[in-house]
């Protein structure tokens, strides 16, 4: 059974019991949202790992993707990136690997990280084409669906899954005959390439129940790939996106009708302004099913701070009902991110699903205390109450003030040190803390 088709007959299976501990939720609320559609467990019955859930009225989480390139194969680095994201505080992985001996490298990574791990079986599949073939287009339905079942058997908790490119979603993109940023999603253009070339129906919309019976039989998450994500800012919103995203919102229902977890891709890159909209058409066409947004990146402009682009669009995206981020490192757009790039671009993703969550979710609490902390220049409280404590810490010691109560950013002119101790006392004496 799984996690969905328990929730609808009142079960509250232990993984519910798990995810709901890092939440302020209870595992009976974490159960209705499954049932409903509005919440997932990445989760696979032949691996343990750390359970998080991801949905209505839980904390935004945090991916971290990592993998080789055709350029770049180095398995021990994946695994040391891997950690590095897990320590930095990712709350899932993404494997998305495409050089070297992918099997190999999944399983070093599945062993190594106790995080969920997610993958894109497109990019084995067709590597996998090249390699037998010497021609991705010649990729059969078979070899498709053996790597679908073969992840899925490793332990994979959640897939992207490319089905909602159909004929429909490629007359769309024809007819809009243009495209700023042309095609970005690596499994995405080369299933459109495939469909060109084949004149075919994409299998994995055509054999849609085939897709949902292998990732139902682990448990395993469906996330619905947005193969047609805009690549640029311009092509937010397009017609070819959005035809796809409406598919992907059809499928969502429909897999989740059939007893399987789903999750819907979105984009890519989003000016500000269309963030919102991006978001509220996904949750409301889908029933609010989870919504995984990559990035989003809010200017082509920053190539080198792209984590910091992506992290204030993502801190948007939650505001308005993300579930899922995945982070952007400072490499986006310039090579293979190595780990501290993995570290850099978790910390900025962190900052942006909590400041997403003060809104969505109203929590204010932790950041109200922070306040008090810093006022009354205690330091310790400040480290741990702070979402990165240590680095703080090490930042101040680096530069240490000669009043061991203030900072060398004002040192002697603390203005919480000199004026702000009457402030309090008149606070205090009127009963305020
Ligand atoms: S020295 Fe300046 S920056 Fe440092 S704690 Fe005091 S007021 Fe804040």
């Given amino acids: 059974m799984t996690q969905i088709e328990a929730a609808r007959i009142g079960i509250i299976t232990k993984e519910m019991e798990e995810a709901a501990k890092g939440e302020e939720a209870s595992p009976e609320y974490i159960r209705q949202m499954i049932a409903e559609g509005k919440a997932v467990i990445p989760n696979n019955r032949n ?3 750390r359970l998080v859930a991801i949905g209505k009225g839980l904390r935004t989480k945090v991916n971290a993707s990592i993998g080789t390139s055709s350029d770049i194969i180095d398995a021990s680095a994946e695994v040391e990136k891997a950690l590095a994201a897990e320590g930095a505080g990712a709350d899932t992985l993404m494997e998305l690997s495409v050089g070297g001996d992918l099997d ?19 990019y084995q599949a067709f590597k996998e084409a090249i390699e037998r073939y010497h021609d991705p287009n010649k990729l059969t339905e078979e070899l498709l669906f053996d790597v679908l079942e073969r992840q899925c058997a490793d332990g994979i908790s959640f897939m992207a899954v490319h089905c909602g490119i159909n ?4 007359e769309r993109l024809n007819r809009q005959g243009y495209r700023y ?5 690596r499994g995405g253009s080369y299933m459109v390439g495939w469909m060109i070339k084949n004149n075919r129906e994409n299998p994995l ?3 849609f129940d085939r897709v949902v019976e292998i990732l139902k039989k682990y448990d395993c998450v469906l996330s ?17 996106q959005v035809q796809e995203l409406l598919i992907n919102c059809e499928l969502a229902n429909i897999g989740q009708e059939m007893g399987c977890q789903m999750m819907c891709e979105g984009p890519g890159h989003l000016p500000l302004d269309d963030i919102e909209a991006n978001v509220k058409l996904q949750k409301r066409m889908s ?8 990035g989003p990146l809010t200017t082509d402009l920053a190539a080198g701070y792209d984590h910091i682009s992506a992290a204030i669009g993502a801190a948007e995206a939650a505001r308005y009902g993300a579930d899922l981020i995945c982070y952007v490192t400072p490499a986006e757009h310039l090579a293979l991110p190595n780990k501290d790039d993995v570290v850099e671009g978790v910390r900025a993703a962190r900052v942006a699903a909590h400041v997403g969550d003060m809104v969505k979710l109203g929590r204010k609490g932790r950041d109200m205390a922070m306040s008090k902390a810093r006022r009354d220049l205690k330091w310790d409280e400040q480290y741990s109450l702070g979402l990165f404590g240590e680095r703080a810490s090490e930042i101040r010691a680096t530069r240490a003030p000669e009043d061991s109560d203030t900072c060398t950013m004002c040192g002697s002119f603390c203005a919480l040190d000199n004026v702000n101790v009457h402030f309090r006392e008149s606070l205090k ?3 305020k803390a």
């Avoid at 004929?167 to 490629?170: E, K, Q």
């Avoid at 619905?224 to 070819?240: E, T």
């Avoid at 029933?287 to 990559?294: C, E, I, S």
């Fill in 287 to 294: 029933g609010d099913a989870p919504f995984y947004v990559l």
């Fill in 104 to 122: 190999s490298i999944r399983k070093e990574v599945l062993s190594a990280t106790s995080l969920s791990v997610g993958s894109v079986p497109l």
């Fill in 181 to 185: 940023g042309g095609l970005v999603s």
């Fill in 429 to 431: 004496a009127g009963g």
């Fill in 167 to 170: 004929r429909l979603t490629i």
């Fill in 205 to 207: 919309y055509e054999r």
């Fill in 47 to 49: 691996r343990k790992a």
């Fill in 224 to 240: 619905l790939g947005n193969g047609l994500r805009a690549g640029a800012v311009h092509d937010s919103l397009d017609r070819a």
